[in-house]
């Protein structure tokens, strides 16, 4: 039977877990996510969830084990954060290329040295290149729900991909909002049990892994199961919204967008709080609209070229920083790519903010939409990229 209550982020991670029937769970415990993994500990001694939780001596281990356990035939979960992850990307390689469809939250932390135990998204951007497929979560609900459209979808025949779910450590993690936990049957007749059709290393099911003959082929098939996941994540997408009532728009969620001159592009947490600062502006009589960045792998670069023709300036809102970059910050960057090739570009307007996992305040979300809007208005840009955390901007809204 489903149920709702106020939920932590981690906690309802732990029930998707649960609820997709994730066979193997090996972790090492690592704030802001070692409540993710302790939930999952009690719901297994409690007999609520069937699987086999595997203790390590750390996260390089704990992808190791989650390795073997996938291509043995086993649904895996896992989940890690900052340094965690950082000692862990050794591994994180193997089952891209291995075509292994695990699940690993990232529960995003600042990483050291200058870091923290809040978020910013550097620690699941740094495995931008690896292959796995990226989903940012805003709230515990989504959190649930993208875990269990991420079994649909890595477990898919044309993708055979791992799928991180991330969301923002503390922000998401460790506050309650209202979740919805759907029935065991539902969940079970959406998702079916775990086969996988390529190939197997269990004993009793034994079918020998495809060789690629080269180094570059077996890359571009990793590139174009990343190709097919769009129209997969979209299709789950819809069909999850069917059958459990929501949806989050696959990739891309655009959010009073009717008749606006611009908008801000925002991921996880803090797009909640651009939500309410849009619906004041807007009743102010400021065309600027919101969109919601959830798919960041494969990048949707086709959506957002589409979306892109209806806007005189857009800017995306970092919570990362690449250092020495061509400029800006990571998703400034693949936007800037991926809208290169139109011949009517909007604008392009960058801001670091909430690094470390400081906190995105209205005043913070206002001040970016009107510079913005600004730009929109004089039709080329001041600043490029904007580090809006250095500013003196007075009291919050």
């Not at 009690?42 to 704990?62: C, D, P, Q, R």
């Amino acid at each position: 039977m489903s149920f709702t209550r106020m939920m932590e982020g981690n906690e309802a991670a732990a029930w998707a877990a649960k609820l997709a029937r994730a066979e193997v769970v090996p972790a090492f415990p690592i704030t802001p996510q070692t409540e993710l993994i302790s939930h999952i500990a009690s719901l297994i001694e409690n007999g609520t969830m069937k699987a086999e939780y595997i203790k390590v001596e750390g996260e390089h281990t704990a992808m190791a084990a989650a390795i073997g356990a996938s291509a043995a035939g086993a649904r895996v979960f896992t989940a890690s954060s900052s340094q965690g992850v950082c000692y862990m990307e050794e591994a994180l390689w193997m089952p891209p290329g291995l075509r292994l469809p695990i699940v690993m939250c990232f529960v995003n932390r600042a990483i050291a040295p200058i870091g923290g135990l809040r978020p910013d998204h550097n620690d699941s951007l740094l495995q931008r290149d690896n292959g796995w497929i990226q989903l940012y979560c805003e709230n515990s609900q989504e959190a649930l729900d993208t875990i269990l459209m991420a079994y649909k979808i890595g477990e898919n025949r044309d993708v055979y991909l791992p799928v991180a779910p991330c969301y923002d450590g503390y922000f998401v993690s460790a506050t309650a909002t209202p979740t919805v936990v759907p029935d065991q049957g539902r969940v079970d007749d959406w998702l079916p049990p775990y086969r996988h059709e390529m190939y197997s290393l269990h004993p009793d099911d034994f079918r020998r892994p495809p060789r690629p003959t080269n180094i570059a082929k077996a890359r571009h098939e990793v590139q174009k199961a990343h190709d097919r996941a769009k129209k997969v994540i979209e299709d789950v997408d819809k069909d999850f919204e069917k059958v459990f009532g929501r949806g989050y728009d696959g990739f891309i969620e655009e959010y009073r967008c009717e008749d606006v001159d611009a908008v801000l592009i925002t991921m996880g947490s803090m797009t909640g709080t651009a939500r309410d600062v849009i619906d004041m502006m807007q009743e102010d009589g400021k065309r600027i609209g919101l969109v919601k960045l959830r798919g960041f792998r494969p990048f949707p670069s086709e959506e957002f070229r589409e979306i892109a023709k209806k806007y005189q300036a857009v800017a995306v809102v970092d919570r990362n920083t690449s250092y020495g970059s061509a400029g800006g910050g990571i998703v400034s960057m693949e936007l800037a790519r991926a809208l290169y090739p139109m011949d009517d570009r909007p604008l392009l307007l960058n801001f670091h903010v909430g690094l470390g996992g400081s906190d995105v305040t209205l005043r913070q979300i206002e001040y970016m939409a009107d510079k913005t809007l600004e730009a929109a208005a004089k039709g080329r840009v001041e600043e490029a990229v904007d580090w809006v955390e250095l500013h003196d901007l007075g009291e919050v809204m």
